[in-house]
T-cell receptor, first 114, second 114 residues
Framework: AQSVTQLDSQVPVFEEAPVELRCNYS??????LFWYVQYPNQGLQLLLK??????LVESINGFEAEFNKSQTSFHLRKPSVHISDTAEYFC????????????FGSGTQLTVLP | EAGVAQSPRYKIIEKRQSVAFWCNPI?????LYWYQQILGQGPKLLIQ????????DSQLPKDRFSAERLKGVDSTLKIQPAKLEDSAVYLC????????????FGPGTRLTVT
């Protein structure tokens, strides 16, 4: 079975500052990793994913995440945040090569302050 | 392309009452998921359909929850009777195929049981 830990439930940050949202996972098998974003009153949207290949993955709106197998982490970063990035961010994991389901973390509320 | 539709968006009921939620997936998506998201937690899969067949319902409390997907399109999730601990957001998601395909989420139904 897989599990996901998001270490920070809330992260306030000023506009144009850098941010890192932390995600650690536990699994006895290889995994695929995902970050989802949930804007207020909207459904979850896939932000980025790691399936294989380069351990650094990027989204179209400037976020990036790096898969670190030795530290079992998949932290999300952005060098300069905007007010519009205010949302809840969920890290998720799925065992690779199987029909296993997504397991989500408890989420991190990112609030960007003016 | 229309997204995943859910109704109602909000529902308040008393414990021991019944409630039903409706989901209309993206056209052409064979796989449909229902998740339960309790406040402060990540989404938890309740049931997965492939067309109109159940693929995984291992986390569905079958003594009170039921779901169906007649004709392999729309789906209904029912709770009967509701308990206080059922207060949560119920998310519906759909994907083109199995778990290897991206899931698209609806806005959710927020259920409050008093």
């Amino acid at each position: 079975a897989q599990s996901v830990t998001q270490l920070d439930s809330q992260v306030p940050v000023f506009e144009e500052a850098p941010v890192e949202l932390r995600c650690n996972y536990s699994s006895s098998v290889s995994v695929y990793l995902f970050w989802y974003v949930q804007y207020p009153n909207q459904g979850l949207q896939l932000l980025l994913k790691y399936l294989s290949g380069s351990t650094l993955v990027e989204s179209i709106n400037g976020f990036e995440a790096e898969f670190n197998k030795s530290q079992t982490s998949f932290h999300l970063r952005k060098p300069s945040v905007h007010i519009s990035d205010t949302a809840e961010y969920f890290c998720a994991v799925r065992a690779s090569g199987s029909a296993r389901q997504l397991t989500f973390g408890s989420g991190t509320q990112l609030t960007v302050l003016p | 392309e229309a997204g995943v539709a859910q109704s109602p968006r909000y529902k308040i009921i008393e414990k021991r009452q019944s409630v039903a939620f409706w989901c209309n997936p993206i056209s052409g998506h064979a796989t449909l998921y229902w998740y339960q998201q309790i406040l402060g937690q990540g989404p938890k899969l309740l049931i997965q359909f492939q067309n109109n067949g159940v693929v995984d319902d291992s986390q569905l409390p079958k003594d009170r929850f039921s779901a169906e997907r007649l004709k392999g399109v729309d789906s209904t999730l029912k709770i009967q009777p509701a308990k206080l601990e059922d207060s949560a957001v119920y998310l519906c998601a759909s994907s083109y195929g199995g778990v290897q395909y991206e899931q698209y989420f609806g806005p959710g139904t927020r259920l409050t049981v008093t």
